[in-house]
């Protein structure tokens, strides 16, 4: 499964890559103001996962995530 999987990666890779020299791509093509959107995008990603993460480790150490055991009388 793991080398089907690396297999079809790596023909993916190959595929766009093979599209690019026959097209005569140019990727490096992008305006400043796509470069700016493309850093704050990947800077607001990185940092709310980071916040969730940090919460998700908050939770599990304060005991939030402990199971709830309700008293019945």
């Known amino acids: 499964m793991k080398a089907f999987?690396?297999?079809l990666a790596l023909?993916?890779?190959l595929?766009?890559?093979a599209f690019g020299v026959m097209s005569n791509w140019d990727a490096?093509?992008?305006s400043v103001h796509g470069w700016?959107?493309?850093g704050l995008g990947t800077f607001l990603s990185l940092a709310v996962g980071?916040?969730?993460m940090a919460l998700v480790f908050y939770s599990a150490r304060k005991g939030y995530d402990d199971r709830?055991?309700?008293d019945r009388d």
């Open 5 to 7: 999987l690396l297999v």
């Open 50 to 52: 980071g916040g969730l």
């Open 36 to 38: 700016i959107a493309l």
């Open 28 to 30: 490096s093509y992008m």
């Open 11 to 13: 023909g993916g890779i």
């Open 15 to 17: 595929a766009v890559a």
């Open 68 to 70: 709830i055991e309700i």
